[in-house]
C-alpha cells in the first residue's frame, strides 16, 4: 500500500531537500498529485526552497501570501512558514481540500514548537494526498503530539518519534559523496530512495532527542529499518 505518511530523520546536509523534491517530481509527474505545499520554520528557507525546486524543474512561489490567498498557475506549488499556516490555517485547508496535495514539512520537530502551530497544520494539511515530514533530529514531543508523525513509548514514560527511515552519521561516512553543512564530515546526496513514498516503507526507530539538539550525530548512529507493523 503506498503510504500517505512519512517520516524521514537524515542527519544535517544529507540531502534531504534533494530527495523530497524528486519526491514531488515523481507525484506530480504521475498525476498522483497537483500542487506541493512546502512549510518551513523562517522566512529565508522559503527562497531557498523555491530556488532548490526551480533546478529541479518544479515552480515554487515564496512569495504566498494570506491575505491574497492565491498564486499564478505557472506555480506548481508555494513555500510557506509554520506561523503563516497558524495564522490563518482555514484559507491553507481550503487550498488544500481543492486540489490533490503533497505537503512537505521541512524541519517538523518545529511543528511543536507552539501548540497553535501543531493545531494550524493539522487543520491546514488533514485532507492532503501525502505528507512528507522531514528533520535532522529525532524528537520527543511530551505534551503536544506532532500531527501526522508516529509515536512510540521510549520506556521512560515519554513518547518518542517513530521514522519511516532514519539515514544517521555513520550512513553519511559510509556513503561520503559530500561534505555535511558543517564542513566536518562527508555525507550522501541520497540519504532515502525516493521509491519510499511511492512503495510500502521501511520503518525506523527514531533515537532520542530534544526539539532540536542542532549540529551533526555523534558516530555510531545509523540508518535504522524494520517492516511497518500490520
Known amino acids: 500500500a503506498k503510504p500517505r505518511d512519512f517520516l524521514a530523520v537524515a ?5 534531504k531537500t534533494t530527495f523530497a523534491l524528486r519526491i514531488a517530481g515523481e507525484l506530480l509527474t504521475e ?8 512549510v518551513v520554520p523562517t522566512e529565508h528557507l522559503k527562497t531557498q526552497w523555491a530556488e532548490s525546486a526551480a533546478k529541479s524543474g518544479i515552480a515554487l512561489d515564496p512569495k504566498f501570501s494570506n491575505s491574497t490567498g492565491h498564486t ?13 499556516v497558524a495564522s490563518h490555517p482555514t484559507k491553507h485547508r481550503v487550498r488544500t481540500e481543492n ?10 520537530h518545529h ?12 487543520e ?7 505528507r512528507l515530514c522531514l528533520t535532522g533530529t529525532p524528537f520527543r514531543s511530551d505534551d503536544s503530539p506532532i500531527p501526522f508523525v508516529n509515536y512510540e513509548p521510549d520506556g521512560s514514560g515519554h513518547q518518542q518519534s517513530v521514522a519511516d527511515h532514519t539515514y544517521g552519521y555513520s550512513d553519511a561516512l559510509a556513503d561520503g559523496a559530500r561534505r555535511c553543512a558543517c564542513g566536518r564530515h562527508a555525507t550522501s546526496p541520497s540519504p532515502v530512495p525516493s521509491s519510499a513514498l511511492i512503495r510500502r516503507p521501511v ?13 551533526c550525530r555523534a ?12
Open 11 to 15: 542527519t544535517p546536509g544529507a540531502g
Open 31 to 38: 498525476r498522483t498529485v497537483e500542487q506541493v505545499v512546502v
Open 72 to 84: 499564478s498557475s505557472d506555480y506548481h506549488g508555494i513555500v510557506v512558514t509554520y506561523a503563516q
Open 99 to 108: 486540489h490533490k496535495t503533497l505537503v512537505i514539512f521541512d524541519e517538523i
Open 111 to 122: 511543528g511543536g514548537d507552539a501548540k497553535s502551530w501543531g493545531e494550524a497544520i493539522r
Open 124 to 130: 491546514a494539511y488533514d485532507d492532503a494526498t501525502r
Open 203 to 215: 520503518r525506523g526507530r527514531a533515537r532520542r532527542g530534544g526539539r532540536r539538539t542542532g549540529g
Open 219 to 230: 558516530p555510531g548512529s545509523s540508518r535504522s529499518e524494520r517492516g511497518r507493523p500490520p
